[in-house]
T-cell receptor, first 111, second 112 residues
Framework: DSGVTQTPKHLITATGQRVTLRCSPR?????VYWYQQSLDQGLQFLIQ???????AKGNILERFSAQQFPDLHSELNLSSLELGDSALYFC??????????FGSGTRLTVV | SQQGEEDPQALSIQEGENATMNCSYK?????LQWYRQNSGRGLVHLIL?????REKHSGRLRVTLDTSKKSSSLLITASRAADTASYFC????????????FGSGTQLTVLP
């Protein structure tokens, strides 16, 4: 157990639907990062939050959004899902920006 | 987009042999990190080397960094079957908000 908890572990949904992925960072870590891992794009940075505020954006689609709550957990919302959104979504947390701790990921399958 | 490329894409060796993986990147960096991923699982942080360091050791791991060539290598000595995994380099680019840019990964298979 890395200390970063992601739920659910697996998610199967239909095209056009909306899902929410949840991440609880390691205790004491203020930064949360979301990454997408797919076969064709590899590991791509999506978005970062620091203590509730958006800090950086990467290759995140407009159909995707995220937020970090006062208790520091974060949610990644994916809407109008397409087949190409099928991927592993990872959350990572860090206390100082060095040496992330990754969660075990949510495997999203869009059918 | 991915910052760098890793070489080789796949590597198969016998237990006890050494494994060397290389990573090249494109921009100036604060540090470079190596991660391991077992099939379909989360990434595990292995080692971090800062831009002003040239070599770092951790157990059976040895990482080198050549900022003039924008390249790094990861050496795993005396490999074990349990080392079978994908290995990724990731760069923390200078001036970034600390997000990492990952390479394409090397799939290492250690045969017993």
């Amino acid at each position: 157990d890395s200390g970063v908890t992601q739920t659910p572990k697996h998610l199967i949904t239909a095209t056009g639907q909306r899902v929410t992925l949840r991440c609880s960072p390691r205790s004491g870590d203020l930064s949360v990062y979301w990454y997408q891992q797919s076969l064709d794009q590899g590991l791509q940075f999506l978005i970062q939050y620091y203590n509730g505020e958006e800090r950086a954006k990467g290759n995140i689609l407009e159909r995707f959004s995220a937020q970090q709550f006062p208790d520091l957990h974060s949610e990644l919302n994916l809407s109008s899902l397409e087949l190409g959104d099928s991927a592993l979504y990872f959350c990572a947390s860090s206390v100082d920006g060095y040496g992330y701790t990754f969660g075990s990921g949510t495997r999203l399958t869009v059918v | 987009s991915q910052q760098g490329e890793e070489d080789p894409q796949a590597l198969s060796i016998q237990e006890g042999e050494n494994a060397t993986m290389n990573c090249s990147y494109k921009t100036s960096i604060n540090n470079l990190q190596w991660y391991r991923q077992n099939s379909g699982r989360g990434l595990v942080h292995l080692i971090l080397i800062r831009s002003n360091e040239r070599e770092k050791h951790s157990g059976r791991l040895r990482v080198t960094l050549d900022t003039s060539k924008k390249s790094s290598s990861l050496l795993i000595t005396a490999s074990r079957a349990a080392d079978t995994a994908s290995y990724f380099c990731a760069t923390d680019a200078a001036g970034s908000a600390r997000q990492l840019t990952f390479g394409s990964g090397t799939q290492l298979t250690v045969l017993p």
